[in-house]
């Protein structure tokens, strides 16, 4: 059965970094788009980040954008985000979630957040 394992969260001060890894299996990674999605203590879920199929074209939420990194790795069916200058408002439990297979399928899963299959999530605490 597909499963998503992340791994990587932590405790960190701000400006820290961290590197959060998610292992795929049970499914043909590399024709799925991936995405990072994160749920801060008392708030809904927000889309963080998403990656192509072949890894060329990525995608941030605009409080991310020159702090962190999607990448994936489809040989070993790895999706990870490099996180850089971490802000207590990155505070968050961060889920890695099958995205479409195409540009407009992850787009309109990102509305609903209609994502068939989640990781158990990882725990990133920025704190000072």
């Known amino acids: 059965q597909v499963q998503l394992v992340e791994s990587g969260g932590g405790l960190v001060q701000p400006g820290g970094s961290l590197r959060l890894s998610c292992v795929a299996s049970?499914?043909?990674?590399?024709?799925?788009?991936m995405t990072w999605l994160r749920q801060a203590p008392g708030k809904g879920l927000e889309w963080v980040s998403d990656?192509?199929?072949?890894?060329?074209?990525?995608d941030y939420t605009d409080s991310v954008k020159g702090r962190f990194t999607i990448s994936r790795d489809n040989a070993k069916g790895t999706l990870y985000l490099q996180m850089i200058s971490l802000k207590p408002e990155d505070t968050a439990l961060y889920y890695c979630?099958?995205?479409?297979?195409?540009?407009?399928?992850?787009?309109?899963?990102?509305?609903?957040?209609?994502?068939?299959?989640w990781g158990q999530g990882t725990q990133v605490t920025v704190f000072a």
């Open positions: 979630v099958r995205g479409g297979d195409s540009d407009r399928h992850t787009t309109a899963l990102r509305e609903k957040f209609e994502y068939d299959y």
């Open positions: 990656i192509n199929s072949g890894g060329g074209s990525t």
């Open positions: 049970g499914f043909t990674f590399s024709r799925y788009y």
